[in-house]
Structures are given as structure tokens and as C-alpha cells.
């Protein structure tokens, strides 16, 4: 005869809770390293510190804060006339050792272009290239309004020597000339050549503040602001 045994009717059978703040941490670390994988491979967010792509950026008396695409360049290349975030290059760290921060400028030229400013203008395969977008027209010296010191004085950024767009050049392969849309205001493509594909961080999509100027950046404001 077989004999069955009897469950314990004194044995729990329903698990023990997970200590709260254990479960609270684990909820913190989850949605932190989500957090760091959106913004490492995804979409971070940006400020503008500086007035070089007035007027389509603005720096003061808000520094507008924007959504950057870290993902669409995965998928496919930069267009003209795309903002893009990039790392300082090879030749701006020769400039400087210590340049770390990014830079937010517009992509003008691609790969293979002929591109050379004439007379203040851009021109792309012996084309003149319409800006509607820019603030100024461009410096050819490639000199910049300085207002660090709260006084506007006029610094050549480029000496005459290294001045890249005085004569036509061919944008190498995987590489894109950037400027800024404030010409007489911006540190760029002028001064240190092409921006290598392995720099770019991604793409400016969307303003997200101040809420004035809400929307895309190839749009307009999806809330604009009132006229005063």
C-alpha cells in the first residue's frame, strides 16, 4: 500500500517579501542604467553656451536646450544643412590641447564636395549655396566678435597660414565642413578643416526650452511666443 504524506499545513507556502528599500534600489539602478543607455546610444539633451548659430540658436538671455539624435546617423549619413554635436578634432586639440567640449555648428559641405568661400559666400561645386539661415555675411579672414570680457573686440582666430577655405578644397571622404550660422561669431571649418564621420555625436532635432520656441528645428515653434 502506498502511503501518501500530507503537506505541512503549517508550511508557508507564499513568498517572503522583498524588503523595500532593496526593491527601491533595484527600481533607482534599473531606471538609471536605462537612463545612461538612452543617453550614451539614443537622445541626450543640450544647451547652447555660446551666440555662433544665432540666429537659429539662441544663447541669452535663455540658453536654448535641445534634443540630440544619437541615434539616426546609425541608420544614415549627415545631409547638408544638418546641426549637428561633434567632439573637437585632431587638428583643434593640435590647436589646443586642452579643447574638450563639444560644438553644435551646421554641416555645409560633404564628402567629395569642392566647397571655398568667394567674397563672403559659400560655394559648393562652383555653386553658390543659398543661406537663408545665416545671421551675417561670413568674414572671409575669419575673424570673430570676442565678448568674453563683457567688451566686443575683434580676434582673428585664424592666422592667414592656416585660413582652410581661402582656396577650394575637396571634403575627404567620411568627413563634412561645418560653420557656424553667426559667421562673424563662430569658431569653425574656417580654421581647423573638415569634421571626421567618427566625431559627430548626432544630430539637433527638437527645442525643448524655453517653451516660446518649442518645436523642430526645421519647423516652426510649435508654441510660439507672443508678440509684445
Known sequence: MTRVNKPNSDQNTNPTPENPWIEGLKTIGLAALLAIGIRHFVAEARYIPSGSMLPTLQYEPTHDRLIIDKLGYRFGDPKRGDIIVFSPTDKMKEKDPNFKDA??????????????????????????????????????????????????????????????????????????????????????????????????????????????????????PIYPEEES
Do not use: M
Request: proline share 7%; net charge negative.
Open 103 to 220: 560644438l553644435i555648428k551646421r554641416v555645409v559641405g560633404l564628402p567629395g564636395d569642392k566647397i571655398e568661400i568667394v567674397n563672403g559666400q559659400v560655394y559648393i561645386n562652383d555653386r553658390l549655396l543659398d543661406e537663408n539661415y545665416v545671421a551675417s555675411e561670413i568674414n572671409p579672414s575669419a575673424q570673430i566678435n570676442d565678448t568674453s570680457d563683457h567688451q566686443l573686440t575683434t580676434v582673428d582666430v585664424c592666422p592667414p597660414d592656416q585660413r582652410f577655405l581661402d582656396q577650394p578644397q575637396i571634403v575627404p571622404q567620411s568627413s563634412y565642413v561645418v560653420l557656424g550660422d553667426n559667421r562673424n561669431s563662430s569658431y569653425d571649418s574656417r580654421c581647423w578643416g573638415a569634421v571626421p564621420r567618427k566625431n559627430i555625436i548626432g544630430r539637433a532635432v527638437l527645442r525643448f526650452w524655453p517653451l516660446g520656441r518649442f518645436g523642430t528645428l526645421d519647423g516652426v
